[in-house]
């Protein structure tokens, strides 16, 4: 098991910058890949980025040029630094976190239970 819990939320003015993170605890030797996912007010749940243990990192087009996602060396926490943050990037922020067992071709999702980052003036 795995539990995640984030901070760094809250009200920031557009055009700020805010950092989230997310800390890992459990059985994190079993992770395999964690990443930012986003839900605003009527929308579902959209990928913001995800990194590998490798380092590979991948962004959704509204993080692409704006967030950096990075991952300590212990891997127990997961940062997402926003900068020239826009109104439309209001929403519930969650960390996730996954498990591949190759054996058996499944995955088990972990997720935080999310963090507020309104954007407004």
């Known amino acids: 098991q795995v539990q995640l819990v984030e901070s760094g939320g809250g009200l920031v003015q557009p055009g700020g910058s805010l950092t989230l993170s997310c800390a890992a605890s459990?059985?994190?030797?079993?992770?395999?890949?964690m990443g930012w996912y986003r839900q605003a007010p009527g929308l579902g749940r959209e990928l913001v980025a995800t990194?590998?243990?490798?380092?590979?990192?991948n962004y959704g087009d509204s993080a692409k040029g704006r967030f950096i996602i990075s991952r300590n060396a212990a891997k127990d926490t997961l940062s997402l630094q926003m900068n020239s943050l826009k109104p439309e990037d209001t929403a519930v922020y969650y960390c996730?976190?996954?498990?591949?067992?190759?054996?058996?071709?499944?995955?088990?999702?972990?997720w935080g239970e999310g963090i507020l980052v309104t954007v407004s003036s």
């Open positions: 996730n976190a996954i498990e591949f067992n190759l054996s058996t071709m499944s995955r088990v999702d972990y």
């Open positions: 990194i590998t243990n490798g380092g590979i990192i």
């Open positions: 459990g059985s994190i030797f079993a992770i395999n890949m």
